[in-house]
Each structure stands twice: as structure tokens, then as C-alpha cells.
């Protein structure tokens, strides 16, 4: 989801740095974007960040996008890493771990 979203910020970045840079006016909120003799210069600005992002958006993988996810090792809860802090279960108190790999680790858990 996080892909999609950056990939739709780039390409709104890139569509209003093309219409600065050829003289289409562009309304955002109903307020005219105007910057005067710097039209020119903001729009290549915005239209060479928006193709940025969507490059990074493409090149990044699916998996950098999305949230890590720990899991307790004393009660088996699962919460996000960057919802939780010190790397302590908000359930228990226990330790969290990351979940990949997390029942290699600890087979006598895996039928909980």
C-alpha cells in the first residue's frame, strides 16, 4: 500500500512541475499556484522530484514498505516493532523477537 501511495505522490509532483513548466495553470484547493518569473524553475524542480519518487517507489521492493512484526516469546502476541517500545510485549511484558524466522528459533512454540 505504501508503494502505491508514494507512487501516486511522485506522479502528482511530476504532473503539477509539467503544467508549471508549459504554462498550464493548476489549481490546488482552488488556489491558483502561481510563483511568477520562477514558474519555470519550480516546476522543473517539482517535476524532476516527482520522477524521483516514482523511481524510488518502483525500484524499492514490496517488503520495504511494509511494517516489521515482532512476536512474544512468553505469550505469543504480535505487534508491529514501531508500535511498541523498548521491544517489550504490551500484553505481558515479555520479550519480543522478530517473527521472521521466530519458529525455526523456537519449534516447541510453533503448535501454540
Known amino acids: 500500500m505504501r508503494k502505491v501511495f508514494t507512487f501516486i505522490i ?10 508549471l513548466v508549459i504554462g498550464q ?4 484547493r482552488g488556489v491558483k499556484l502561481d510563483f511568477g518569473g520562477a ?22 521492493k514490496v517488503k520495504d514498505f511494509e511494517d516489521k ?3 512474544c516469546s512468553q505469550c505469543g502476541q504480535t505487534s508491529e516493532i514501531t508500535n511498541v517500545s523498548n521491544m517489550r510485549c504490551p500484553k505481558c511484558d515479555g520479550k519480543l523477537e522478530d517473527l521472521d524466522g521466530f ?8 503448535k501454540r
Open 10 to 19: 511522485g506522479a502528482w509532483l511530476s504532473i503539477i512541475g509539467f503544467c
Open 25 to 28: 495553470d493548476y489549481h490546488l
Open 39 to 60: 514558474n519555470i524553475i519550480v516546476g522543473v524542480l517539482l517535476f524532476v522530484i516527482g520522477i524521483s519518487v516514482i523511481i524510488f517507489a518502483l525500484r524499492r
Open 69 to 71: 512484526v515482532a512476536i
Open 103 to 110: 519458529f525455526d528459533r523456537h519449534p516447541e512454540l510453533r
